[in-house]
């Protein structure tokens, strides 16, 4: 069985500093992570994914997360954070025998104040 | 290329009804999923479908049924509505090239929502 924890449900920051959003994932096999965002009214958009390569991963905006198996973590970092980065954020996993079903987490909502 | 398109975007339906939802995949893609969004419950993952075939299924009732065209295009079908299925209904694309090891990655359509009255 596959399971995706979100550390925080919200994450509160200022525009121009760092943010961390907390991931743990549990998988039985070796996993495929991603983190996708929402924005208001729209539907999910891909960040990043994490698929056995490189356990630094480099996304679109600005976003990155690291892979670390010993913690069972992959939690998604940005340095400075822009006004638009306001949204709610997924943390996923699945793995290659469970076919193309994809696991969740409750996501982040993350607010961005000026 | 153009993305997934969803359609219709909003829906208003009332009990008892049954709705039926189309989803059109990026060109070439050959894998449609069907997730549903809720408040209380999040993102759950309602079917897969590939060349045609239901490939994978997740906890819904029989109520929820879906099928995939020759062309890939998808449709997913909810009958005798209730009350708890209003929520926004996302579908998934994604290439499936069928490579050992490899997951492709799933692109989304913005979402149907359904509010059941």
């Known amino acids: 069985a596959q399971s995706v924890t979100q550390l925080d449900s919200h994450v509160s920051v200022s525009e121009g500093t760092p943010v961390l959003l907390r991931c743990n994932y549990s998988?039985?096999?070796?996993?495929?992570l991603f983190w996708y965002v929402q924005h208001p009214n729209k539907g999910l958009q891909l960040l990043l994914k994490?698929?056995?390569?490189?356990?630094l991963v480099k996304g679109i905006n600005g976003f990155e997360a690291e892979f670390k198996k010993s913690e069972t973590s992959f939690h998604l970092t940005k340095p400075s954070a822009h006004m638009s980065d306001a949204a709610e954020y997924f943390c996923?996993?699945?793995?290659?025998?469970?076919?193309?079903?994809?696991?969740f987490g409750g996501g982040t909502r993350v607010l961005v104040k000026p | 290329k153009a993305g997934v398109t969803q359609t219709p975007r909003y829906l208003i339906k009332t009990r008892g009804q049954q709705v039926t939802l189309s989803c059109s995949p990026i060109?070439?893609?050959?894998?449609v999923s069907w997730y549903q969004q809720t408040p209380g419950q999040g993102l759950q993952f309602l079917f897969e479908?590939?060349?045609?075939?239901?490939?994978n299924k997740g906890n819904f009732p029989g109520r929820f049924s879906g099928r995939q065209f020759s062309n890939s295009r998808s449709e997913m079908n909810v009958s005798t509505l209730e009350l708890g299925d209003s929520a926004l209904y996302l579908c998934?694309?994604?290439?499936?090239?069928?490579?050992?090891?490899?997951?492709?990655?799933?692109?989304f359509g913005p979402g149907t929502r359904l509010t059941v009255l």
């Open positions: 060109s070439g893609h050959r894998s």
């Open positions: 998988s039985s096999y070796s996993p495929s």
């Open positions: 479908y590939f060349s045609e075939t239901q490939r």
């Open positions: 996923v996993v699945t793995y290659k025998a469970a076919g193309n079903k994809l696991t």
């Open positions: 994490y698929t056995s390569a490189a356990t």
């Open positions: 998934a694309s994604s290439l499936d090239r069928g490579l050992a090891g490899v997951t492709d990655t799933q692109y």
